[in-house]
C-alpha cells in the first residue's frame, strides 16, 4: 500500500448556505487536514484585483459558477502545493461533473482517493433564511435575493447531478444540516472517526510484511 493511501480526502457537499465552510473550518482545527474552498480562493483573487480575480468578479457577483478550466487549475495548483497535508476537505469543488472526474483523475494520479462525500442537507427555506442573515450581517454581493437564487438554481442544475456519481462509488454519506452548528459537527466527526478506522494503518501492513501476518 502506498503512503498516500493514507491520506484522508474528503468533499463537503451542499448547496450554498448549507455550512460546508464552518464545517471544514472545525476539522481543520480537529485534524491536520488542509481546506481546499475555491470560493475562498476566487474571492481572494477578486480582491487583489489579479487578472483571474477581474475574470471573474462579475460571474460571482451574479450567483454564477466560473469555468471547469479555471477551478480545476486552482484545485491542482493547491494539491501540487501540499505534498505534505494529512488530507484534505473539499469544501465548494467540485460542483460539476467534469469537476468530480477532474478530481479523481489529479487524485489517482497522485495514488489518493477520496474517501468519503459528506453531505450536508438543509431545505431551501432555511437556507433562504441563513442567505437573509448573512447579506445582512455581512454583505456578500452574491449573497443578494436575485445573485443567490441563481446559486440555488446552479446548485439544483448543475451540482446535485454529482449526488448519483458518488453514490454510485459509495462514498456518499448524509448528515442533517438543519441541527445547530455544533450537532452537525458531532455528526460530521463521527462520520471521519468511522472512516479512520476502516482505514489500515500503516504500521500493520510494515509488521505483517516483517513477521507474515
Ligand atoms: P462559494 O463560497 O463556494 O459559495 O463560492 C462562491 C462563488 O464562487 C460561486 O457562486 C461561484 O461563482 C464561484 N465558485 C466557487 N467554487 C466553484 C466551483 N467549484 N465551480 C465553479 N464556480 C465556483
Not at 30 to 35: A, S, T
Not at 98 to 112: C, I, K, N
Not at 132 to 152: C, H, M, T, W, Y
Amino acid at each position: 500500500m502506498s503512503m498516500n493511501s493514507e491520506k484522508l480526502n474528503l468533499i463537503l457537499f451542499g448547496p450554498p448556505a448549507a455550512g460546508k465552510g464552518t464545517q471544514a473550518k472545525q476539522l481543520v482545527a480537529d485534524h491536520d487536514l488542509v481546506q481546499l474552498s475555491t470560493g475562498d480562493m476566487l474571492r481572494a483573487a477578486v480582491k487583489s484585483g489579479s487578472d483571474l480575480g477581474e475574470r471573474v468578479k462579475m460571474i460571482m457577483e451574479r450567483g454564477d459558477l466560473v469555468s471547469d478550466e479555471i477551478v480545476i487549475a486552482l484545485i491542482e495548483d493547491q494539491i501540487e502545493r501540499n505534498p505534505d497535508a494529512a488530507g484534505f476537505i473539499f469544501d465548494g469543488f467540485p460542483r460539476t461533473v467534469p469537476q468530480a472526474e477532474a478530481l479523481d483523475a489529479t487524485l489517482t494520479s497522485r495514488g489518493m482517493a477520496i474517501d468519503s462525500v459528506i453531505r450536508l442537507k438543509v431545505d431551501d427555506a432555511a437556507l433562504m433564511e441563513r442567505i437573509r442573515v448573512r447579506f445582512a450581517e455581512q454583505g456578500r454581493k452574491d449573497d443578494n435575493p436575485e445573485s443567490f437564487a441563481i446559486r440555488l438554481g446552479n446548485y439544483n442544475k448543475q451540482t446535485a447531478p454529482l449526488l448519483p456519481y458518488y453514490v454510485a462509488q459509495g462514498k456518499l454519506v448524509e448528515v442533517d444540516g438543519m441541527q445547530s452548528i455544533e450537532s452537525v459537527s458531532t455528526q460530521v466527526r463521527t462520520v471521519l472517526e468511522t472512516i479512520k478506522a476502516t482505514k489500515v494503518p500503516r504500521k500493520k501492513g510494515f509488521f505483517a510484511r516483517l513477521f507474515g501476518g
